[in-house]
């Protein structure tokens, strides 16, 4: 875990196990991670999709949500065996998660934060992380002082995403903050929020001094930027970003591989939410992405796609 520069940032409904896989072929050290698995429904149904993986995607951390320290500590336990570290949601901003004291809502709580990781610290082997945000508002920035609370009750990093919750995503993510903790904690930080290039990476670390990066959803439609990041790190070359050829081979394996897990009018559905990373580069993107959310048949889907890049092809020569 000391060599780990980036984090490919948990995402609910979107980092399972087809994602991962392909973040993983073109990355082989950056440290993914699930999606953010609810403690509670762990408890009560350890047979859940949500926690399914391969052992390619190692090192693999899995992101617990909660904020009953019993529960979280019983559910980390199960996940110990399973997993290569594990990560504390104090984070998610969205309202459901925030309304039952969870996520970001644990920023204003920092004792029973603090607790939640002493419970787990007692329980696992395997190092423990916490992401988080500046705070809960621009009037109620604590990331210091909460990544002190968690330096002292025991983590071994943590991630800041450079936004606070009122925020959610709009916006840009502010970098400069997060350099205020170089000199207030010992423990390795990662750097969240905005990184959608390799730039962007190198940019962020000489901004925030950070020991890494985490990316969410600069990922999403291009899983080959964690390869191309950890390439510049060994290298100091920034290779090409990824052909609109390119990105549609991945996007159709992206959806045949759902397909394959879920069924496949679920398969389909659940891709919907991919269609406009993925063909963002597109003339009349917009168009295309409204024809393919209405579609329910991967036949049609892989068609729609087929000729999505033939336009595409022709326009360029």
Partial sequence: MKNIKIIQAPLAGISDTIYREL??????????????????????????????????????????????????ARAAKFLNERASSIDINFGCPVNKVVKGTD????????????????????????????????????????????????????????????????????????WEKLAQLKNEINIPYYANGDIKTVQDAIKCLEITGANGISIGRGLMGNPFLAGHIEHYFKTGEILKEATLEEKIEILKRHIIGEVNLRGEKNGIKFMRKFYNFYISSVRDASKYRQVLVRIESLDEVLKVLDEILSLHLANSR
């Fill in 23 to 72: 973040v993983r072929e073109k990355s082989k050290e950056t440290l993914l991670t699930t999606e953010m698995i609810s403690s509670e429904a762990l408890v009560n149904n350890q047979k859940t999709l949500i926690i399914e993986y391969d052992k390619s995607q190692y090192p693999l951390s899995f992101q617990l949500s909660g904020h009953k320290p019993h529960i979280m």
């Fill in 103 to 174: 996520g970001a809502a644990m920023m204003r709580n920092p004792k029973l934060a603090s607790d939640i990781v002493k419970a787990i610290k007692d329980v696992i082997d395997v190092p423990l992380s916490a992401k988080f945000r500046l705070g809960w508002s621009l009037d109620e920035i604590n990331f210091v002082e909460f990544a002190k609370t968690m330096e002292e009750a025991g983590v071994d990093f943590i991630t800041v995403h450079a936004r606070t919750r009122s925020q959610m995503y709009s916006g840009s993510a502010d």
